[in-house]
């Protein structure tokens, strides 16, 4: 049972354009999530995070937005690099349980120059 | 620089042999994790220490242990490797109370 679901396994954007990675989960229980990115050869780096209290934390050129009645959250990366090109990974903690992340089975994003 | 080491890299064992996998960080934290990825699949947590105390997923295999002889090293050991083992490891770290956690480059693990 998949709690944590990206549903598009793979990505392709232009430079310069928006890059929307999405995320659905099914357990209400979750009150934080987070975004990895994972290059090749590479552990995942952590991106951007957000509490359940909001719906919206931007960094940068990264904004990660959560629509709780939906259980869903998405990445927009704004404008799209080249760089950017990578496996992004979804992942939800639930309430009291420390730091135990489930994870979602990732999105591989490819940024074309 | 502060970071999560793991050796080895790449790791070929036969069916039934047994493996270990080492992690070391320097960062410092409290807490270590061991997670499986197969193949375009979420990495799943198998365990993880909080200082010393060990903490075991319900559906880990009991063919998955851990050590931790210290702050800064952890060891996955798979006592007899089967064929759908083969997968990235990763050994992540984190501070307690904190949800941001580290990741090693990950060991891949062959099994033939």
Redesign the interface.
Known sequence: DQQVKQNSPSLSVQEGRISILNCDYTNSMFDYFLWYKKYPAEGPTFLISISSIKDKNEDGRFTVFLNKSAKHLSLHIVPSQPGDSAVYFCAARFNNAGNMLTFGGGTRLMVKP | DAM?I?NP?YQVTQFGKPVTLSCSQTLNHN?M?WYQQKS??????LF?Y?DKDFNNEADTPDNFQSRRPNTSFCFLDIRSPGLGDAAMY???T?R???????????TRLTVL
Do not use: E
């Open positions: 999560v793991q890299r807490v994790y375009s699949q979420a990495p799943k947590l993880h909080y990763l050994c992540a984190s307690a109370g904190f949800d941001t956690q580290y990741f090693g480059p990950g």
